[in-house]
């Protein structure tokens, strides 16, 4: 179905939190907001005072049901032309030019229902987790669980917030593996998401589950195959790829 031409706007920044040593949440106040789909993104555009423009997508972390404003969270990549900027120029009451929500395909609600497998790599996380989001704020109890790769115990975003959920949601597991430098005392997954991994925790859901896979190129393609060499259907699994390096 073709989208809605959407117009750029100018969003204020209203609040800017720090996530993990490399990430941040902005929370913007949209003037022209619209309910999104959990999955969807805006894009973000940059104007130098010389008129060069840049645009970049960043996956909406908030849920629908948080009327006028949304959040976005972003990991500084150190090279990156947009990411540094937003990480280290923005500041609350500045103005950000934004256009959305966009995209159809990576998306989830509880109308869809489940059960939901969400698998996540590094910012990857970000989608899934307005997913999560938005399926608490509906109350609803559709069994979900979710893999999370991160490369050590400080890159792990949302991590609270995971973990309050999944002690006080029965139908909601998290699933935590780490790539380079796990816990302390960690007994869990510390590799990148392979066959058996998944395998595992796919395991009660079977091959019913919808899956979301979003994170580095690499990761989402591994995990992709290893779910078709399953025999989960195609139809129940929807990829996101953010960009090229591995968690
Ligand atoms: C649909 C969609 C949703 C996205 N959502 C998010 C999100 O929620 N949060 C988020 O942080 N990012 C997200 N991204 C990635 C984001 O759009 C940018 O690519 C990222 O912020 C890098 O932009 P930059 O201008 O800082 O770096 P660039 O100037 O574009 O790149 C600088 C260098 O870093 C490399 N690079 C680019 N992107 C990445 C990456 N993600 N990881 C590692 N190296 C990279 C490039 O190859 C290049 O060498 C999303 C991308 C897409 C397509």
């Known amino acids: ?24 949440s902005f929370t913007l106040a949209l003037p022209k907001w619209m309910a999104h789909r959990p999955g969807q993104h805006y894009d973000i555009r940059l104007t130098a005072p010389d008129g060069y423009q840049t645009e970049r997508s960043y996956s909406i972390a908030s849920p629908p049901e948080r009327i006028g404003e949304l959040e976005l969270t972003v990991e500084r990549i150190p090279d990156g032309e947009v990411s540094p900027y937003l990480h280290d120029v923005l500041v609350p009451g500045d103005q950000l030019e934004v256009r959305g929500p966009i995209g159809g395909y990576f998306v989830w609600d509880v109308a869809l229902g489940g059960p939901l497998m969400l698998i996540g790599g590094g910012s990857g996380v970000v989608p899934l987790m307005a997913m999560l989001r938005h399926r608490a704020a509906q109350h609803a109890a559709i069994p979900a669980r979710m893999l999370y790769s991160s490369r050590t115990a400080g890159d792990v975003i949302y991590r609270d917030e995971l973990d309050r959920l999944a002690g006080s949601d029965r139908a909601f597991e998290v699933f935590y593996t780490f790539t380079r430098q796990p816990p302390a005392d960690w007994t869990g997954y510390r590799r990148r998401i392979d066959a058996t991994m998944l395998s595992e925790v796919i395991k009660p859901f079977d091959r019913r589950a919808r899956v979301y896979v979003c994170g580095p190129t690499l990761l989402v393609e591994a995990v992709a195959n290893v779910l078709i060499e399953m025999e989960v259907p195609t139809e129940q699994i929807r990829t996101e790829r953010f960009g090229p390096t591995g968690a």
């Open 1 to 24: 179905m073709a989208q809605p031409v959407l117009e750029w706007q100018a969003g204020t920044v209203t609040a800017i939190r720090p996530e993990t040593r490399q990430t941040k």
